[in-house]
């Protein structure tokens, strides 16, 4: 009903997978992706206002050049630039079009994550829990083998690390559960404070 609908709140969720995707395919200049991608977000917001969504939560990208996806040409040793670049992009994009929006949050995953993966300045125990922040629990023995792939009748084509809770990413792009928790810790303030609550 139109009366839940005000009272509502929406979680625009975006992610950075498909900027590999792209890339890989030679697209070197993500910069007209980028730019469509933010006018289809602001469309989306718009549309939820719109509807009388009142409070939408939009995310930032991460460092996705810091994800084990894009640092594993460099033994998860280093963040891969062009990946973090295309994220920066994004975000200026996203606070340009969004930033001064009426009941919009920008949500900062680039922050949380980057205190996390660079184990950021703050003396918070909780960032040095991650053994490496780069490298995955869950990994393929070769690059084209994902997490989870078994070929039937044979072995797992993927290993697990022994306790998970020392990964910030459970595979190529998505935290683990202990890695989630450690980035809601630094956004549940700013998050609760836009809601009111």
């Not at 997978?17 to 993500?30: F, H, M, R």
């Not at 922050?111 to 918070?124: K, L, Q, V």
């Amino acid at each position: 009903s139109k009366n839940r609908v005000t009272h509502s709140v929406a979680l625009l969720a975006i992610s950075g997978n498909d900027y590999k995707t792209y890339y890989d395919a030679g697209i070197l200049d993500l910069t007209p992706v980028i730019e469509g991608l933010g006018n289809q977000t602001v469309a989306i917001v718009d549309r939820l206002r719109a509807l009388g969504v009142k409070r939408i939560l939009v995310n930032n990208l991460h460092p996705i050049g810091c994800t084990p996806l894009w640092s594993r040409a460099s033994k998860y040793k280093e963040c891969d630039y062009i990946g973090n670049n295309a994220a920066l992009q994004h975000n200026k994009i996203l606070k340009q079009k969004l930033g001064r929006k009426k009941g919009v949050l920008i949500v900062d995953l680039n922050t949380a994550f980057g205190n996390i993966i660079d184990h950021g300045t703050s003396s918070s125990k909780s960032y040095k829990q991650f053994k490496n922040t780069r490298k995955p629990c869950c990994e393929g023995y070769r690059a084209n083998n994902y997490c989870g792939r078994q070929a039937k009748d044979y072995p797992p084509l993927y290993s697990l690390c022994p306790d998970r809770s020392q990964f910030f990413f459970w595979d190529d792009a998505h935290p683990t559960h202990a890695g989630w928790e450690t980035v809601m810790k630094q956004l549940e303030h700013p998050i609760k404070k836009f809601l009111g609550i």
